[in-house]
């Protein structure tokens, strides 16, 4: 290999094997390739001078730091470089001196012969082997050319020809020594190539450099793009913007946004809004005015300057405080509910002495259809407020009370606020219905924004979280309605009056119908009232045929339906008018659905009849025991909650203790086994009211005796005998009274709680006020007790 020269050319006949060393910290030199270089110390000037006045031909390291250094040592340089030719040297004014040199070969030093004025080595000249290309050295030539193409593409600074060249390069040797010159790496990674002399591990080695280039470089212009892309599309459309209100000015015309914008400002202005709520829209205005009109933050911003501008933060209405204008109205829109209407010209004529009292919050508890919301609106009529009414039947967020904060996408204002909007007056009758079925969940305790709603103390400023400006409510009345009690948040029932509604008896109904209902829904219909009539058997007929509700949204129902199928009669032409009557009925409703079972059902030993409080009102409740031969178990069914299980057993127990007095064989319960049954099976049941009646029903069972006929009881029991207070005695009994039952069995406590039934009901019932279990059983069956 030594007999071996490198490239020769320019007339060079040899290299010699000792050469002056040119340390370089900045650049490296392939053989064949040309660079220029500047050398600025002493002794590499007395280098280059003494090179020049000789062969011109010298050695190049590079040195392993990439800093300069005033002396290199041998330890400083790599010791595989390049021979080089000088090909021209030029001295600058500051003592400095520019080459052009020429890449002759590779070297590996093998000594170094002096170090004084300058390093010199003695040098192995490498030259690369000829052979022939395998399918692998040509699969990389290929391979690194079409990348290096690409790299000169994606690379401004290299001149596109470049590509071409390499492609006309056949020795692989040079290619990659050309390759590597070019490419913009390390130059630890360059002198890597350089100490290659395998050919075909060198192009290896090039083919990683000009893989990971060109990955830098793609990765590059990827995002050089992606930035680019999005500065484009937003100074594209800015700047068309700019034009166009330019555009539009020349022609005299108004930008869209800035007339939007100027109306924004028209509008507050207008508005005469609250400090706080002026700042925060002048604010957002401004926001706004710096958007681009398509962007969504546009919309976000101008549909809460919508919501701001629009509430009614200063109008309201006048109130009426005439009296007895309020006492007609509210005796033209409703029928009874004396107790509510005295309360509510109570509350008017407080206002009236006192407007800024701050009145109680009014609750209005009943079953569905007895006349909350209708009351509400007439409330309303009466003192010339608007009215609104929201549910808040299944609400379990705060936020649907209080809005979400604007930060969430599709936010908006919570319902208190979005009432308030829709009555248009800082002042309204707000109805909030079903107060009785507000949920609390993880999402946070809608009753605690409710208190703050309802406080006087507080909601003179009502934060909603997406108005974020606090709101006066306390000029609103709030009224609030129920179907029961109990499952009312105590901390809100306690803010509230009650006033109870009950349901209504069958000739209350039967007058509300004639002069409320059969009106409204005639009109409704487009029916004149010489064209349809109904009979009072015909309204009484419907009230027990056709529906079985405490209240009358199904009676109205029924009575649309009527006047429907009349109302298409006379549209056909087939009739002119109608009289509803008890034998025509069942043309327009079909065959009647409730039939009156209460006696039958209680033909057989064993069956008893009980009065139960639900949602609705109330209901009729029956309780059958049997037995069988067994061993003293007892099963109850008809998905029975704890309370009334217990009620089961401890009316059991009483019996059991009471055996001989109640003349029952002693070894009966030895060799059977009892079940208690409560139909409809599939309606939860519980509460501790139907203590009375399973004990009846078990007497009745144990002493084979019926129970009277239209006999229905209700009452707690007690281990010792005791008959105890029940609730919801007046649904209860009006319920007992719409299903025709004649007596009633009751604790004695409960006596007061028959003040507000009606006087007719009361006297068409026979009442037994008790407090012991034995008289219970004594009424309800021909007992004959054995002492
Ligand atoms: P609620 O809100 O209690 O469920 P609604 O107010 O919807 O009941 O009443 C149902 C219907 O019955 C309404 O059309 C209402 O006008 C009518 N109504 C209820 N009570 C009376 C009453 N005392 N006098 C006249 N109409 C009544």
Redesign the pocket.
């Known amino acids: 290999m030594t007999e071996q020269q490198p490239y020769l050319g320019f007339g060079i006949k040899k290299i010699p094997k000792i050469l002056p060393v040119l340390p370089l910290f900045d650049a490296t030199l392939f053989p064949k390739m040309v660079v220029p270089i500047v050398v600025a110390q002493k002794e590499s000037i007395q280098l280059v001078d003494e090179a020049m006045s000789k062969n011109r031909i010298i050695g190049l390291l590079v040195s392993k730091e990439p800093t300069i250094k005033k002396t290199y040592k041998s330890e400083d340089l790599y010791t595989v470089g390049t021979s080089a030719l000088i090909l021209k040297m030029a001295k600058t004014e500051d003592n400095k001196a520019q080459l052009l040199v020429q890449g002759l070969g590779r070297f590996k030093v093998k000594n170094f012969v002096k170090t004084k004025p300058y390093l010199q080595a003695r040098m192995e000249h490498i030259v690369d082997k000829e052979e022939e290309k395998d399918k692998e050295t040509e699969a990389l030539i290929s391979n690194i050319t079409s990348l290096f193409a690409r790299i000169v593409e994606l690379s401004p600074g290299l001149p596109q020809e470049i590509g071409v060249m390499t492609k006309s390069i056949h020795e692989p040797g040079t290619l990659a020594d050309m390759i590597a010159s070019i490419i913009n790496c390390k130059l630890e990674e360059k002198q890597k190539v350089l100490e290659v002399f395998d050919i075909k591990n060198r192009l290896k080695e090039v083919n990683r450099l000009v893989n990971y280039q060109l990955e830098i470089l793609e990765l590059g212009n990827k995002i050089q793009s992606q930035v680019k892309g999005g500065m484009d599309k937003q100074q594209r459309e800015y700047y068309l913007g700019q034009q166009m209100k330019v555009i539009k000015e020349e022609l005299g015309e108004k930008d869209e946004t800035t007339v939007e914008i100027e109306e924004y400002r028209a509008k507050v202005k207008s508005k005469n809004l609250p400090e706080e709520a002026a700042k925060e829209v002048e604010r957002e205005i401004n926001r706004l005015s710096r958007m681009h009109p398509s962007s969504a933050e546009y919309t976000v911003a101008s549909t809460y300057i919508d919501w701001l501008t629009i509430l009614p933060w200063n109008d309201s209405t006048k109130d009426r405080l005439n009296i007895k204008s309020a006492r007609k109205i509210l005796d033209k ?5 004396m107790k509510v209407k005295k309360r509510v010209i109570e509350y008017l004529a407080v206002r009236k002495l006192k407007p800024d009292s701050k009145g109680p919050i009014l609750c209005l508890v ?1 079953p ?8 509400g609106r007439s409330i309303a009529r009466a003192l010339g407020r608007k009215f609104v009414r929201i549910s808040l039947g299944g609400v379990r967020d705060e936020a649907e009370i209080r809005g979400h904060r604007r930060t969430y996408v599709g936010a908006l204002p919570g319902r208190i606020i979005q009432g308030i909007r829709r009555a248009e007056s800082n002042n309204p009758v707000f109805m909030l219905d079903e107060i009785d079925k507000v949920g609390s969940d993880f999402r946070g305790d809608p009753s605690s924004a409710l208190l703050e709603v309802l406080d006087p103390e507080q909601n003179f400023s009502f934060s909603d979280h997406y108005l974020d400006v606090a709101f006066d409510l306390s000029r609103v009345i709030f009224i609030t ?1 129920a179907n029961i009690l109990d499952t009312i948040p105590p901390a809100l029932r306690d803010r509230m009056e009650i006033l109870e ?1 009950l349901g ?1 008896a069958q000739d209350e109904k039967v007058k ?1 119908a004639n ?3 059969v009106p ?1 829904q005639r009109e409704a219909h487009g029916l004149k009232a010489a064209w349809i009539s109904f009979t009072n058997g015909a309204l009484r007929h419907i009230i027990s045929g056709y529906t079985r509700e405490a ?3 199904n009676l ?1 129902r029924e009575i649309a339906s009527i006047c429907r199928g009349v109302a298409t009669k006379i549209a056909e032409g087939s009739a002119k008018s109608a009289v509803i009557n008890v034998k025509n009925i069942a043309e327009f409703l079909g065959p009647i659905r409730f039939i009156s079972e209460a006696s039958e059902r209680t033909l057989t030993p064993g069956v008893a009849m009980g009065l139960a409080w639900t949602q609705t009102g109330g209901e009729l409740l029956f309780i059958e025991a049997t037995s069988m031969k067994g061993k003293n178990n007892l099963t109850l069914t008809g998905q029975l909650g704890d309370v009334m299980k217990e009620s089961a057993i401890a009316a059991l127990s009483f019996i059991r203790s009471n055996i001989t007095l109640l003349g029952i064989d002693e070894n009966f319960f030895a060799k059977h086994d009892i079940h208690i049954h409560v139909p409809a099976g599939a309606i939860p049941k519980d509460g501790p009211s139907a203590g009375v009646t399973m004990l009846t029903a078990l007497t009745s069972l144990l002493t084979n005796k019926t129970i009277k006929e239209d006999l229905a009881m209700t009452g707690e029991i007690t281990l010792r005998g005791q008959v105890l207070p029940v609730g919801g005695v007046k649904e209860k009994v009006l319920t007992a009274h719409r299903a025709g039952i004649k007596t009633i069995i009751m604790p004695k406590w409960n006596e007061k709680d028959l003040e507000d039934i009606p006087k007719k009901v009361k006297s068409e019932i026979h009442f037994h006020f008790v407090d012991k279990m034995m008289d219970v059983l004594e009424i309800a069956l021909p007992l004959k007790l054995y002492t």
Not at 333 to 337: A, M, P, R, V
């Open positions: 829109d409703h029928f009874g509910l009943g569905p259809g007895t006349g909350k919301t209708s009351m309605t509604l209504y509300i002069r409320f209902l409204r209240g009358l949204r109205e």
